[in-house]
């Protein structure tokens, strides 16, 4: 069993094996579209609120909330955990993934579920956050599903569906109809590999949108010439859309990105240096994090010595935000301690701070409160709608892969976090969380947020602060 974001050692699952124009209104999605493959972000105005004019806020907030009526024991001030009523119920569950997107047509955010070891699902928004299961959406083999990505390919005006898989290698293509039905094209990627990333940009400025494939592999199978070569292959991919097929890529990983073997768990694409292209920083298992600078074409150049490692890392999640208030983007890595094993590394989350021209110092002793539990996701959103982002995170207890309370940390528009678990999350909210995605799936204007597991319920809270305009 490779180790692996989806593979906890120790813990079992079920065995099984012409050019369309581009649309002027692009399909809704979630907030981890709107922030994972951005340009760089405009500072927020009133980032940087003044101490007092920030208490008052805080009180106003709270004095509204409270004057709406008392609470019930699942709420706090900023989040209600809806789950019972909300959301299909399947506790054995290993939904590893979400991704939010309106693929239906309807003018809200469904929810597209990577699983493993079963087959993908559709949610389906009534238009007040409450889902429903859309049954056979999805190819019916049970995969070793990780991740989940929603774009417009094929420039149509509707989005489209990439899954990647680890163990089984079966990644999966699907374009959307625009109604919640969708076309399996899964024969038109370039390769199969044991992957557990994907992301969706367009990294060469050519307006079609491209693929960033993390593969993982497995460096005892490189040695092993009984195994196929695509569980050996340890290079990422970059599968450019093609211009004059839209819906189909090009394979550019051998002239584009550096020939390096890694064990990637996450990339993330965002503007780290200011020229106006998308860069890439890279989360591995084993090997250290990589930064790769974009030359502006989708081409790529290893530029790790930007990054400040201080420390042997085993990454499973990346985020890119503007955490101190300056204008460009910080990198944040989500850390275990081991997948599922003994005590190895040091599962403190890294908090790297950008100097504005894509170097990176890790400032994490300064910024962040300390973590002793693993954290497989996490993801940034303005939780109390003062301006900046806010950070929540999956947690686990390594060893015994016990299940934890989700984590919350406040962002003082700093970039100085505090831990507000308990003020901010509901008691329930709790399991082995694997996957955090946000956005308003409920129209009230406060962002809401799923939370994925393994063999976890997966969660729904619905925020109660609405964001400023």
């Known amino acids: ?54 208490l008052a806020r805080w009180l106003v907030v709270l004095l509204i909330l ?21 959301v299909p119920a399947d506790a054995a569950a290993h939904i590893l993934d979400i991704d939010l997107g309106d693929v239906d047509g309807d ?18 928004n009534d238009g007040n956050g409450r889902f429903t299961w859309r049954r056979d959406v999805f190819a019916p083999g049970e995969h ?13 005006g509707h989005l489209d569906v990439v899954f990647i898989a680890e163990d089984d290698g079966r990644h999966e293509f ?43 592999g497995s460096g005892a199978a490189a040695n092993d010439d009984s195994l196929p070569e695509w569980e050996t292959v340890q290079q990422n991919f970059l599968w450019l859309g093609d211009p004059d097929r839209p ?31 998308l860069d890439m920083v890279i989360g591995n298992e084993v090997p250290p994090n ?39 983007l910080d990198v944040f890595f989500a850390n275990l301690t081991s997948n599922n094993g003994p005590w190895r590394k040091n599962p403190q989350a890294r ?41 929540l995170l999956c947690a686990v207890q390594i060893p015994g892969f016990h299940p934890l309370q989700v984590r919350a940390y406040r962002n003082d528009g700093t970039g100085q976090f505090t831990d507000v678990t308990g003020a901010v999350i509901p008691q329930a909210t709790r399991g082995r969380g694997w996957d955090i995605a946000s956005g308003d799936l409920n129209g009230d204007g406060a962002l809401d947020v799923f939370i994925g597991g393994w063999g976890t319920q997966v969660r729904l809270l619905l925020g109660r602060i609405p964001q400023t305009p």
């Open 1 to 54: 069993m490779y180790s692996s974001k989806r593979s906890p050692s120790g813990f079992f699952c079920p065995a099984a094996p012409p050019q369309s124009p581009a649309p002027t209104n692009p399909p809704l999605q979630g907030q981890r579209e709107a922030w994972g493959a951005a340009s760089l972000p405009a500072r927020a105005p009133g980032v940087a609120i003044p101490g007092l004019r920030r």
């Open 351 to 391: 908090l790297l701070i950008n100097d504005g021209t894509g170097h990176f110092t890790d400032e994490t002793a300064t910024r962040l409160p300390t973590n002793v539990f693993s954290s497989y996701d996490a993801g940034h959103l303005d939780v109390d709608a003062d301006g900046d982002q806010d950070l």
């Open 174 to 216: 699907y374009l959307g109809n625009g109604d919640g039905t969708f076309r399996n094209v899964s024969d038109r990627l370039p390769a199969r590999t044991v992957a557990n990333d994907v992301e969706i940009a367009d990294v060469n400025g050519d307006d079609y949108l491209d693929l960033v494939v993390s593969n993982t």
């Open 247 to 277: 819906g189909y890529f090009i394979d550019a990983s051998d002239n584009h990105l550096p020939a390096v073997s890694d064990a990637t768990q996450d990339t993330k694409l965002g503007d780290l240096d200011g020229d106006g292209d």
């Open 144 to 156: 070793d599903t990780e991740e989940v990505e929603l774009g417009d390919v094929d420039r149509d």
């Open 66 to 86: 409270t004057s709406a009526g008392p609470a019930r024991a699942q709420d706090t001030a900023y989040f209600t955990d809806v789950t019972a009523t909300h």
């Open 107 to 124: 003018g809200d955010l469904d929810a597209v579920c990577a699983l493993e070891y079963d087959a993908n699902r559709l949610y389906v």
């Open 290 to 328: 990589r930064l790769l600078i974009n030359t502006g074409d989708g081409t790529f150049t290893d530029r790790s010595d930007r990054l400040d490692l201080s420390v042997p890392l085993e990454t499973r999640e990346v985020l890119l935000f503007d955490a101190d208030g300056d204008g460009d």
